[in-house]
């Protein structure tokens, strides 16, 4: 899982309450358990017009925002189902960090399994960086994870909590699996143990 430290990218202003993850990725995007090539239907319901052509009313596909890494997000971000192909979705598509006032649980766990960090804020703080976001790709916004610490373009900073585990295994790039490896020796070490003790098992 690749690390997230530090920040600094264009965010893009998605003034919506109660996103769900059939509209960060619908349905028919479900098929496949690869990671990658999800981003092509992110928010495609809202993104794409019937005709397949790109919806120019979509932030998304606003020349400001067609490299957003940061989604500052209304409340109850990622509700609905609890499909993992949402956050891989957005991480495809290059959002690394999603800023609302909250989330849904489900959703919330399994973007920090996934390197993308979700960055919970009063509305105040919201309403302040939603209109942030609002500048375009000029105004950027710097996400500081060490520090708990966003950092607006007007000089302004917006301080957050975040789990202490779910930190540490954000700030060095651990999933499950990386978890697990880090006790790789202690895991062969018993293993070593058990086939003298049990050579017959």
């Keep these: 899982m690749q690390k997230f430290t530090t920040l600094t990218a264009v965010a893009a202003p998605l003034n919506m309450m109660n996103v769900d993850t059939d509209m960060i990725i619908p349905k028919d995007y479900l098929k496949t358990i690869e990671r990658t090539g ?4 992110l928010f495609s319901e809202m993104r794409y ?9 979509f932030v998304l596909n606003k ?9 500052v997000a209304g409340d109850n971000f ?3 189902s609890s499909r993992e192909h949402a956050p891989w ?5 290059g959002i690394r960090c999603v800023i609302s006032t909250s989330f849904a649980d489900i959703f919330h766990n399994n973007c920090f399994k996934n390197g993308i960090l979700p960055v919970v804020v009063s509305k105040e703080d919201l309403d302040k960086l939603m209109d942030d976001a609002s500048r375009g790709a000029n105004a950027t916004i710097t996400i500081d994870l060490a520090a ?6 007007d000089g302004g900073t917006v301080k957050f909590e975040v789990d202490a585990f779910k930190k540490h295994c954000l700030l060095n790039g651990l999933d499950d699996i990386g978890l697990t490896m880090e006790k790789a020796d202690h895991i062969a070490t018993h ?4 086939a003298e003790n049990r050579p017959w098992a």
């Design 191 to 194: 293993e070593r143990r058990a």
């Design 49 to 57: 017009n019937d005709d397949g052509s790109d919806n120019p009313d």
């Design 78 to 80: 990622g509700c609905g």
């Design 38 to 41: 999800l981003g092509k239907g």
């Design 89 to 93: 979705a957005l991480l495809d598509f």
């Design 63 to 71: 020349p400001a925002y067609r490299k957003a890494q940061i989604l």
């Design 148 to 153: 708990q610490e966003i950092h607006g373009p």
